[in-house]
């Protein structure tokens, strides 16, 4: 390949980097544990709700 042409493989992600590298801070941040707990407390209310069904 000569020099003179460009594939636009690293040059073009570059941006994309760089976007979803960057912290807003309009951004609704959540705590991971509280993310899994709430899965966790919606998982067993669903079973709550199909044992109390029947």
């Given at each position: 390949?000569?020099?003179?042409?460009?594939?636009?493989?690293?040059?073009?992600?570059?941006?994309?980097?760089?976007?979803?590298?960057?912290?807003?801070?309009?951004?609704?941040?959540?705590?991971?544990k509280s993310i899994v707990a709430f899965g966790l407390l919606f998982g067993v209310?669903?079973?709550?709700?199909?044992?109390?069904?029947?």
């Amino acid at each position: 390949m000569s020099s003179g042409q460009n594939s636009g493989g690293l040059m073009s992600s570059a941006g994309l980097v760089r976007y979803f590298d960057a912290e807003d801070r309009n951004a609704i941040r959540l705590d991971p544990k509280s993310i899994v707990a709430f899965g966790l407390l919606f998982g067993v209310g669903v079973l709550v709700l199909n044992v109390v069904a029947f």
